[in-house]
């Protein structure tokens, strides 16, 4: 295959994305990035050292799209965290397979660095520093991360729920009850619940 003339600095992380939201993380490669590009293999490492750097350049694509401005200061500080986080959740669920990588990666991901300075800012202003500001940041991003596997790979109203309402109710009475309720849990209430219970536990 012809290699282009030249790539432009996004053009191999845009391909590495559509490589992975069309085959998963298993199908990232070398090879299969190329082939998007409509380039060789060898040709793509004159712009890509490895596999490892791809995937750099797959989280920093993804997460540049974080909003990380910080939200209106007159605000509640729940209310400001909660909309750092839906940003974090959204942008990330865009591309729910490069989770795996974005925990990697993450620390060299100027877009998570940012929003990670913003949510710092707001928690210390709260009052919350120290350790307890290390367990805080650290529980919003595991929420978030958790969150979105969970929802893309084990959604409450996927097969999972089913089977578990179909449990002996004798056996496991409060598990196939909850399964019950599950059903008619959307995603957004599943999330904004989950993280309602986790500001209230930073706030005490």
Do not use: C, N
């Not at 591309?95 to 210390?124: D, F, N, Q, Y």
């Amino acid at each position: 295959m012809p290699r282009p003339r030249s790539l432009t600095h996004d053009q191999p992380a845009s391909a590495a994305l559509a490589v992975i939201d069309r085959d998963g993380l298993a199908g990232l490669s070398m090879r299969a990035v190329a082939t998007e590009l409509g380039m060789s293999t060898m040709g793509l490492y004159r712009y890509v050292k490895d596999r490892e750097e791809l995937e750099r350049l797959v989280v920093d694509h993804v997460l540049e799209a974080v909003d990380t401005e910080p939200p209106p200061a007159d605000a509640p500080w729940g209310e400001r965290i909660e909309t750092m986080v839906r940003r974090l959740r959204d942008t990330v669920a865009a591309h729910p397979a490069t989770v795996p990588l974005t925990l990697v990666h993450r620390h060299r991901s100027p877009g998570v660095l940012r929003w990670s300075e913003t949510v710092l800012g707001i928690l210390t202003r709260a009052g919350i520093e120290d350790r307890r500001r290390v367990v805080a940041l650290r529980s919003l991003l595991s929420y978030v991360i958790g969150a979105v596997q969970l929802e893309h790979l084990g959604p409450l109203s996927g097969r999972g729920t089913a089977a578990i309402t179909a449990l002996p109710p004798a056996d496991f009475p409060y598990l196939t009850e909850t399964a019950r309720d599950a059903r008619d849990v959307s995603a957004d209430e599943e999330f904004l619940g989950g993280l309602a219970v986790l500001l209230r536990g930073l706030g005490a």
